[in-house]
C-alpha cells in the first residue's frame, strides 16, 4: 500500500490542523493505522493509531483529549484532527499501516510508511 499523508502547516498556539493520508494499492480496509512524529533531534514517536474497523482508537498520553484519529474506508484515508495545537507538537508526521485488525503503538510493528508532513506550531 502507498500512503500520501498532507494537510500540515504552519499554525499559532491554540489552533487546528487536520491531517489526512490517503491509501492507494491494496485494500486499505485491510490495515490498521497509526499516525507518528519527529522533532529534529528526536526519535520518532507514537502519536495514535486505529483499528482496522475503526472501532478502537489508543493515544499518546501528551495529545489525549485534543488529537483525534479517524478512517473513512469509503475515501481509503486516515485523518488525524489536532486541536488546542502546542509548540510542542511541532515536528515531522507519518501516516503508517500494518497488517491485522489490532492498532498498535510500536512503530515497528507498522510495514507502510508516507512521506511525512511538517507540522509547526507557532508560540
Known amino acids: 500500500v502507498q500512503l500520501q499523508a498532507s494537510g500540515g502547516g504552519l499554525v499559532q498556539a491554540g489552533g487546528s490542523l487536520r491531517l489526512s493520508c490517503a491509501a492507494s494499492?491494496?485494500?486499505?480496509?485491510?490495515?490498521?493505522m497509526g499516525w507518528f512524529r519527529q522533532a529534529p533531534g528526536k526519535e520518532r514517536e507514537f502519536v495514535a493509531s486505529?483499528?482496522?474497523?475503526?472501532?478502537?482508537?489508543y493515544y499518546a498520553d501528551s495529545v489525549k483529549g485534543r488529537f483525534t484519529i479517524s478512517r473513512d474506508s469509503a475515501k481509503n484515508t486516515v485523518y488525524l484532527q489536532m486541536n488546542s495545537l502546542k509548540p510542542e507538537d511541532t515536528a515531522v508526521y507519518y501516516c503508517?499501516?500494518?497488517?491485522?485488525?489490532?492498532?498498535?503503538?510500536?512503530?515497528?510493528?507498522?510495514?507502510?510508511w508516507g512521506q511525512g508532513t511538517q507540522v509547526t506550531v507557532s508560540s
Open positions: 503508517a499501516a500494518k497488517g491485522g485488525d489490532a492498532a498498535a503503538m510500536s512503530r515497528y510493528e507498522y510495514d507502510y
Open positions: 494499492g491494496r485494500t486499505f480496509s485491510s490495515y490498521a
Open positions: 486505529i483499528s482496522r474497523g475503526g472501532g478502537i482508537t
